[in-house]
């Protein structure tokens, strides 16, 4: 590498700006100019980190959502068909003592079991987890743009 200046050759140069030129110079005479300041590297490139909606993080990671009031809503819906506890534990092959728990919400079935009471009674007990957000994140903190949004 050749100084553009006096020409001498060097293994490190400077970029310079001389009279509104950029040159690269040697150390010499970069005192001539004023140093260009350059990155030593291009800086990496940061990791934009999408920002996730908190509630959807956590819904991501949980179990589907029941809607509100499950229990009661099983209850109506198994009285509805005129089946006792026994009858609809035997369907979806719950004792009668765990249907009564789940109908007084003591005890949140597990998603297969839900599957299962919806099927028995024909309703649906889980909510779309987007549902869930919308509400959940209406209910954390209502901003101007959300006020907004609700009216478009
Ligand atoms: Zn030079």
Known sequence: MRCEVCGKETNKLYPVLIEGVEMMVCEECKKF???????????PIKKVKKIVPYS????????????PGWGEKIKAAREL?????????????????????????????PDDTVKKLEKALGIQLFQKIED???????????????????DV
């Not at 959807?56 to 809607?67: E, G, S």
């Not at 869930?132 to 609700?150: C, E, H, P, Q, S």
């Open 132 to 150: 869930a957000v919308i509400k959940k994140k209406k209910a954390r903190n209502l901003t101007l743009g959300d006020l907004l949004k609700k």
């Open 81 to 109: 068909k005129k089946w006792s506890r026994e009858q609809l534990g035997s369907k979806v092959g719950e004792k009668t003592n765990t249907i009564a728990k789940i109908e007084n919400e003591e005890l949140r079935p």
């Open 56 to 67: 959807k993080d956590v819904f991501q990671n949980m179990d589907k959502d029941l809607v």
């Open 33 to 43: 100019g004023k140093l260009i300041e350059k990155k030593k590297k291009a800086a």
